[in-house]
């Protein structure tokens, strides 16, 4: 059963890809572009491959598809279709960027849901104008986040104390804390969580006893306690750097 | 007073990042938890109460940032506002600890998550400790006793 499953995930295609879909009103593409991707993405072609992310944990490759709509509600009609399965089945994200003039505009994105590979990736819109009250805007964004998809607003609020991050921020967020496949992933042995290590690292251990019975035979010879535990220190130091 | 059955981390995107049982569930029941309580917290507006009724207990929740830290809390011995407290303690705990908590620092570095968390609420969900400065001091000699043991193991 275990084995099946193993093998069902591996026939899977990768998700490696973001799609990034702009309102035609959206004159800022490249800028948006740019401080989500902070790299040479530009609204200028459509396929950026191999773009470079990376956060203090871990970097990884991925696609960037750029299109651009002028009615999303058809523009959904035709991504949702049979048509582009194959898109659907390789997406790890989708972001719509537009200005939200009315409620019922919002409330489009919505059609994502006839869309059954889309499950596994994240979908949010980068509204870069709202043009209704913020007490509507909150109920949006609650309708929309039950059904997975996430609206969030290009401009700088108020945080709660702790960072609350809203506009292309929340972006560069979901897509920090989005599964990667682990075969994209390289991880930053620095800063991710060590494990104890599986196998013995090949340290100089003849080396290193030497240089500890040298150390000791020295330190025995000495009178004065604070040379010796200076000298210990060194010594300290100097094996530190093997191990 | 403040016993807490469980404690959920939930993004906004309804992962589930951290789960601690402080009452004894069966798996049937700690999923069905998970699923109802991701739903109905990320559809509650951000205005409403942040204690709702759940089964035969009270839920207490907050949102810090993009994460949900939901608590399963009886309704006869626990103290709803108290809860918040210890969630905002743990929240300010994790903050100190990771420098500006974000829920990736949460993702890579879970098992420290957990650890504060011990340190917080003892086994059966009672606060344990108070303190942010004896937390964060404990957690701090965890860290030096694990770095000791794998030098150990290392030498070994």
């Known amino acids: ?243 | 007073m403040v016993q807490i059955k469980y404690m959920l981390m939930v993004s906004r995107q309804g992962k589930v990042r951290l789960m601690r049982w402080f009452s004894a569930y069966s798996a049937k029941d700690k999923t069905k938890i998970c699923r109802d309580l991701t739903t109905s917290v990320l559809a509650r507006k951000a205005k409403m109460c942040n204690i709702v009724e759940y089964q035969d207990h009270k839920v207490v929740y907050k949102r810090y940032a993009s994460l949900y830290f939901i608590c399963g809390i009886s309704s006869e011995t626990s103290n709803e506002l108290l809860t918040l407290e210890i969630i905002h303690r743990y929240v300010e705990a994790m903050d100190a600890y990771f420098n500006n908590v974000c829920e990736l620092d949460i993702i890579f570095n879970f098992s420290k998550a957990y650890d504060i968390l011990n340190e917080v609420l003892i086994c059966d969900g009672s606060m344990t400790e108070t303190s942010k400065h004896t937390i964060l001091k404990t957690v701090a000699s965890m860290d030096a006793l694990e770095t000791s043991d794998n030098l150990d193991q290392v030498l070994s």
Request: proline fraction near 3%; glycine fraction near 4%; hydrophobic fraction near 40%.
């Open chain 1, 1 to 243: 059963m275990q084995h099946d499953v193993a093998v069902q995930r591996a026939s899977l295609p990768l998700r490696n890809k973001i799609l990034v879909a702009f309102s035609h009103e959206v004159a800022n593409k490249d800028d948006i572009l740019s401080k989500v991707f902070s790299s040479n993405v530009s609204a200028g072609s459509q396929i950026y491959r191999d773009v470079k992310w990376s956060t203090k944990y871990y970097s990884v490759l991925f696609d960037v598809y750029i299109d651009i709509f002028d009615d999303l509600s058809e523009w959904l009609s035709e991504f949702c279709s049979s048509d582009y399965h194959e898109l659907q089945q390789v997406l790890a994200g989708f972001i719509v960027v537009m200005p939200c003039k009315e409620k019922d505009d919002v409330r489009k994105i919505l059609q994502l849901e006839q869309c059954k590979d889309f499950e596994g990736s994240f979908a949010a819109i980068l509204a870069t104008k709202v043009s209704f009250s913020n007490e509507m805007l909150c109920l949006l964004e609650e309708e929309l986040v039950v059904k997975g998809i996430e609206m969030t607003v290009d401009q700088e609020i108020a945080g709660s104390g702790f960072e609350k991050f809203c506009g292309v921020e929340r972006i560069r967020e979901m897509i920090d804390t989005y599964e990667w496949p682990v075969d994209m992933v390289q991880l930053n042995h620095n800063t991710v969580a060590k494990e104890p290590p599986l196998t013995v690292p090949e340290i100089p251990l003849e080396e290193v006893l030497s240089k500890l019975h040298e150390a000791r035979a020295k330190y025995l010879g000495m009178d004065s306690s604070a040379e010796g535990e200076k000298f210990a220190k060194d010594v300290a130091e100097e094996l530190g750097k093997y191990l």
